[in-house]
């Protein structure tokens, strides 16, 4: 169904406030503006959301948070989504009731991208674009540089030095040598391409299809005389 | 001043066809939120010891609230109602809290009459046309 096709590029932001009042308001103005949203009304609900879904389909684009929340205000939930390896890209927006200037620059300092007065219009949220499609761009150009330095290690599998070509009248503990060397060389790198897809999930995915296709080059390297 | 500003008139540009009883879940939220908190604060204020940070964060709730659904008379007298907690003035405080229900009980008064209305003229087979703002 095409709107279903729509609803899956669609950015989900995730809205936090502790009133409820505040808190349907802001569910329909951000649906309005075509958003797929989750409320949620403390900070800590807040993390425990992005924590949870941080692997899964249902990822955040963007927070915005009401500032003056009891126990974890607007700014310290910021400032724990800017401090967390996994979480600090996602854009964050600041919403308060008062026109506090110092206030305003210590959010903006400490990372947020936009600071709205309450009550929030629907004129506001047009300023979200901007930083959910830098996200979005962010997110492409990562994954095709992945994409190229899977190429590039590929390429450099191939063209690395083969294992010492030995003579066919070999005996066989120098062949078993050989065998040995090509394993340690072929466990080197793979410990090589396990580090690097640590740092990425979506590289993981990839690593399973590349030790197929060396196994079977080492081989056919060895077999030829 | 109006009992209501043109903050009201953006709930209602907020309601369509797809959500056509968005004003009236909200107002009946702030409602009930509002009552709870006029009746928080007064049950802090009749104790022997004022605890004026407590009734102080109910007035800022009830502030919120109201400048979200645009009660601007009920806002503005809680605006004033929280010098008064900072300066921990009871008599002050006291007194606001009858402005406070003054100005909530017209503010509701007035929306339940237009909600009424709103009813009577869908019953007769009329329809209510969309706000525009000016």
Avoid: W
């Amino acid at each position: 169904m095409a709107a279903a096709a729509v609803a899956e590029s669609q950015f989900h932001v995730l809205a936090v406030d502790d009133s409820i009042i505040d808190r349907k308001l802001i569910e329909r103005l951000l649906k309005t503006s075509s958003y797929q949203v989750t409320t949620v009304d403390s900070g800590s609900k807040a993390l425990e959301f992005l924590g949870l879904h941080d692997d899964d389909g249902q990822s955040i684009n963007l927070v915005i948070t009401d500032y003056c929340m009891p126990g974890m205000t607007g700014y310290d939930l910021l400032k724990k989504i800017k401090e967390s390896s996994s979480l600090r890209d996602i854009p964050v927006v600041i919403m308060s009731s008062e026109n506090v200037p110092s206030r305003i620059s210590r959010c903006l300092e400490e990372g947020a991208e936009e600071f709205f007065l309450k009550p929030v219009r629907l004129s506001d949220l047009n300023k979200l674009k901007p930083h959910l499609m830098k996200t979005k761009i962010k997110d492409q150009i990562k994954q095709q540089s992945q994409r190229q330095q899977e190429e590039e290690s590929d390429e450099s599998d191939f063209q690395s030095p083969s294992p010492p070509q030995q003579q066919p009248q070999e005996s066989q503990q120098s062949q078993q040598q050989q065998q040995q060397q090509q394993q340690q060389q072929q466990q080197q790198q793979q410990q090589q391409q396990q580090q690097q897809s640590n740092n990425n999930k979506r590289k993981a995915l990839e690593e399973g299809l590349s030790p197929e296709r060396t196994r079977p080059r080492y081989n056919g390297i060895a077999t030829v005389v | 001043m109006g009992i209501l500003d043109n903050q009201f008139g953006h709930l209602q540009q907020l309601q369509d066809e797809s959500n056509p009883d968005f004003v009236a879940e909200v107002v009946n939220l702030y409602f009930k939120d509002s009552e709870r908190l006029l009746n928080e604060i007064t049950v802090a204020l009749d104790q022997q010891n004022v605890d004026f940070t407590k009734v102080g964060g109910h007035v800022h709730q009830l502030k919120g609230s109201s400048s979200s659904i645009g009660a601007q008379r009920v806002n503005n007298v809680c605006t004033a109602f929280r010098s008064f907690c900072e300066e921990k003035n009871i008599e002050g405080c006291q007194q606001y809290l009858q402005h406070l229900k003054q100005e909530y009980y017209l503010v509701k008064n007035k929306l339940q009459t237009l909600f009424q209305l709103q009813q009577q003229l869908l019953s007769a087979g009329g329809s209510i046309p969309a706000y525009e703002m000016r």
